[in-house]
């Protein structure tokens, strides 16, 4: 089973976004998880093991927001890679499949909620009406790495308090 959580954000309007911000988004959001399930899956097809590829995607790649032009771009790439991986990988028995979390409160993203707008703004969205937890999605991803979802490839299961219901 494969993790794959490493992301970043340089939240901005497009106008401002340089190349540097572009490149230092999409390498770690989309070439490094590409890379990282390629190395997972070489291994699995290797030994003969069937897996569980899990890809941490986003809201934002279901939606678009503003100042989050790149991160959307990844996060859209996610999805797409994720329906090609589970295309190329059925037939070796290897699943891939995203989360597509709401705005999840960690180290990286709890300096925006001190921003009283940008956090009434988020709360306006979502439905359920608070910043989710990491906790959050442990039952999304224990549901994806067990055997309860050996019928499901090339999905996103949206854990997003109803954000994008809209």
């Given at each position: 089973?494969?993790?794959?959580?490493a992301c970043t954000n340089r939240p901005k309007p497009m106008?401002?976004?340089?190349?540097?911000?572009?490149?230092?988004?999409?390498?770690?959001?989309?070439?490094?998880?590409?890379?990282?399930?390629?190395?997972?899956?070489?291994?699995?097809?290797?030994?003969?093991?069937?897996?569980?590829?899990?890809?941490?995607?986003?809201?934002?790649?279901?939606?678009?927001?503003?100042?989050?032009?790149?991160?959307?771009?990844?996060?859209?790439?996610?999805?797409?890679?994720?329906?090609?991986?589970?295309?190329?990988?059925?037939?070796?028995?290897?699943?891939?499949?995203?989360?597509?979390?709401?705005?999840?409160?960690?180290?990286?993203?709890?300096?925006?909620?001190?921003?009283?707008?940008?956090?009434?703004?988020?709360?306006?969205?979502?439905?359920?009406?608070?910043?989710?937890?990491?906790?959050?999605?442990?039952?999304?991803?224990?549901?994806?790495?067990?055997?309860?979802?050996?019928?499901?490839?090339?999905?996103?299961?949206?854990?997003?308090?109803?954000?994008?219901?809209?």
């Amino acid at each position: 089973m494969l993790l794959n959580n490493a992301c970043t954000n340089r939240p901005k309007p497009m106008w401002e976004a340089s190349e540097d911000d572009f490149d230092a988004v999409l390498d770690l959001n989309v070439k490094s998880a590409f890379f990282v399930a390629q190395a997972c899956v070489k291994r699995l097809m290797a030994t003969g093991t069937q897996g569980s590829l899990i890809h941490m995607g986003s809201q934002m790649g279901h939606v678009g927001g503003p100042n989050r032009s790149l991160y959307c771009a990844s996060k859209w790439a996610m999805e797409g890679m994720n329906k090609a991986f589970a295309l190329d990988l059925a037939a070796h028995g290897i699943r891939s499949n995203t989360i597509a979390p709401t705005f999840i409160e960690t180290p990286l993203t709890k300096p925006f909620f001190e921003d009283e707008a940008f956090k009434a703004r988020v709360l306006s969205k979502i439905k359920l009406g608070r910043i989710g937890q990491p906790e959050d999605l442990m039952g999304a991803v224990l549901f994806l790495a067990s055997d309860a979802s050996a019928m499901m490839t090339g999905t996103s299961l949206v854990v997003d308090g109803g954000w994008t219901a809209e």
